[in-house]
């Protein structure tokens, strides 16, 4: 069974830092496209970042030179770095992988930018 764990949420006052890890443990024969979405109170949820297996990234226009999302093979974790984090992100932020033949999600970590 595979499971995705994310840790490193939390608070933070605005222009501060976060970084979240998301590790995918279990049977892993392969891992494709890695990414974060996010969920804020009433809106639904959107993608933030994706990494693909070469390593090529996607960013939505809100977090672009701000955010940076990385992946570690080895470690079949993906990383993303939150520079100058806003009001506007707080959410809860998902891990997303693509999995063997399935997409898996993990459960969610809260980031709360607030002063």
């Known amino acids: 069974q595979v499971q995705l764990v994310e840790s490193g949420g939390g608070l933070v006052q605005p222009g501060g830092s976060l970084r979240l890890s998301c590790e995918a443990s279990?049977?892993?024969?392969?891992?494709?496209?890695m990414g974060w979405y996010r969920q804020a109170p009433g809106k639904q949820r959107e993608l933030v970042a994706r990494?693909?297996?070469?390593?090529?990234?996607t960013y939505i226009d809100s977090t672009k030179g701000r955010f940076t999302i990385s992946r570690d093979a080895a470690k079949n974790t993906v990383y993303l770095q939150m520079n100058s984090l806003e009001p506007e992100d707080t959410a809860v932020y998902y891990c997303?992988?693509?999995?063997?033949?399935?997409?898996?999600w993990g459960q969610g970590t809260q980031v709360t930018v607030s002063s």
């Open positions: 997303n992988a693509r999995i063997n033949v399935r997409t898996y």
């Open positions: 990494i693909s297996r070469d390593g090529s990234t």
């Open positions: 279990g049977s892993i024969f392969s891992i494709g496209d």
